[in-house]
């Protein structure tokens, strides 16, 4: 294998762009703050209550796997699963099958990952290359923004909740970008990119690299409380119930309007539940993921947050510009066309060092 040259490393903070991350085993995220009368209200999204600690000992950082002697840490799992798990538990208030289906799926995709990874990094580490410094800060500055909206006060309580400080942080992203380095270097030798696979690749993810921050969104929203001030015999159960049978009505071809006025309880009720032109930051990141995923129109929910519950319908939904196909957008998109062409390569080389390394992993 030839050593990562310049320009691959240098293509790293764009290449893991297109990556992706999981849900989380423990939710790791505090309640939004009560919405202000009068003010515009985020939709809210699953803010899970954290699970009542166990009585004995407490295992602080359990290890999921083994590697060729190196440790895979629940922690990592836990932090990588964060997201997905929140956006998992707003979609699934009662849980169910679906939700375990999915959580398991996300969580054993995650453990693969980072055995895989460090079967690469072991590689790596003879070659004795190396990430700049620069790129893993370039890199860290695009999660924050893209996984947690920009708010470095959400990603730091992320960190602590996972009991990862910055260090191990930054460990675990420049893991992932050698990772990303050692791929395209083993592939570097692929057919190059014809022109129109290029501009078909760049349509095909063009909104995923988008700048977020631009997005707005307009909505209608039914919020119902976890216990309603107005009817003192409600209970969480029973306002679930009522969110869903709600959904059931709209379903039915119910006036959103008019159920809105009568059952929701925020400021924008007395409207008809209607919000408009709401940025993307001023939404909770799980709701974030949900609604813009969403086609205008589809109703979406019950969510559940700390709060309450929640059915919407995105009315209309504005992206944020994507970049020009120049630069180092269109290296990005010359090389995943390359690894596409490759993947079948890929598969069957990953697949030769699983079966030479020394692995075990635990039972989660």
Request: charged share 25%.
């Amino acid at each position: 294998m030839k050593p990562p040259s310049t320009l691959t490393l240098g293509l790293i903070t764009v290449l893991v762009h297109a990556g992706t991350l999981h849900a989380q085993e423990i939710p790791a995220t505090e309640p939004p703050a009560p919405n202000i009368e009068g003010q515009q209200a985020p939709v809210p999204a699953r803010q899970a209550p954290r699970p009542q600690m166990p009585s004995g000992p407490i295992e602080v950082n359990g290890i999921a796997a083994k590697v060729n002697g190196h440790v895979v840490t629940k922690n990592e799992i836990s932090f990588m699963l964060a997201p997905i798990y929140a956006q998992l538990a707003s979609q699934f208030p009662r849980r169910g099958s679906e939700f375990e289906r999915q959580f398991k799926l996300s969580r054993d995709g995650i453990v693969q990952e980072l055995v895989d990874r460090q079967i690469i990094l072991d590689e790596f580490k003879v070659l004795g290359a190396n990430i700049k410094d620069i790129l893993i800060d370039e890199e860290i500055k695009r999660q924050v923004r893209d996984l947690f909206n920009g708010d470095e006060a959400k990603f730091q309580l992320e960190l602590k909740h996972s009991h990862l400080t910055m260090d191990g942080y930054r460990k675990m992203t420049k893991d992932k970008m050698i990772v990303q380095a050692m791929r395209a270097n083993q592939f570097s030798d692929a057919p190059p990119p014809l022109p129109n696979e290029i501009q078909q690749e760049y349509d095909a993810i063009k909104l995923t690299i988008r700048d977020t921050s631009k997005d707005r969104v307009s909505f209608k929203k039914i919020f119902l409380p976890r216990e309603d001030k107005e009817n003192p015999a409600s209970t969480p159960d029973s306002q679930l119930t009522l969110a869903e049978t709600l959904a059931k009505q709209l379903g039915q071809g119910k006036d959103f309007a008019a159920l809105a006025k009568t059952h929701s309880r925020d400021a924008f009720a007395a409207q008809g539940g209607v919000q408009k032109n709401v940025p993307r930051p001023d939404l909770s990141p799980e709701f974030a993921a949900i609604i813009f995923d969403a086609k205008p129109g589809k109703l979406l929910g019950p969510l559940e947050d700390a709060y309450g519950f929640t059915l919407v319908i995105p009315t209309q939904i504005d992206y944020g510009p994507s970049p020009a196909l120049d630069g180092k957008v269109r290296e990005m998109i010359e090389e995943r066309v390359r690894r596409k062409k490759t993947s079948a390569q890929y598969d069957r080389w990953i697949t030769s060092r699983r079966k030479k390394a020394m692995i075990d992993i635990k039972p989660m």
